[in-house]
């Protein structure tokens, strides 16, 4: 399972998707940086067929993350 964050701008929270397992993280960070690009809204699919547009002036940061890489907590 690959988990995709969204930070929102001025938003104070983030979305948090769960995309299939054979999904490629390079194919994502490929898709927000044409996004990025060419602005408009940024969509992803998730596992369970939910579809989500952030428009993309409003992205403050995007994380990809595989299975097994789970974040960090406090000091390293």
């Known amino acids: 399972m690959v ?3 969204i930070g929102i701008a001025e938003g104070g929270r983030e979305l948090s998707l ?3 397992s054979d999904v490629d993280e390079a194919g ?3 898709l927000v940086d044409s996004a990025v690009e060419g602005g408009g809204v940024f969509w992803l699919t998730d596992r ?3 579809e989500v547009g952030v428009p993309v002036a409003r992205i403050a940061y995007v ?3 595989g299975a097994g890489r789970e974040p960090s907590i406090g000091f390293g």
């Open 63 to 65: 994380e990809i993350g």
């Open 18 to 20: 769960e995309m299939d």
């Open 3 to 5: 988990t995709v964050r």
């Open 48 to 50: 369970r067929g939910r």
């Open 28 to 30: 994502i960070r490929s």
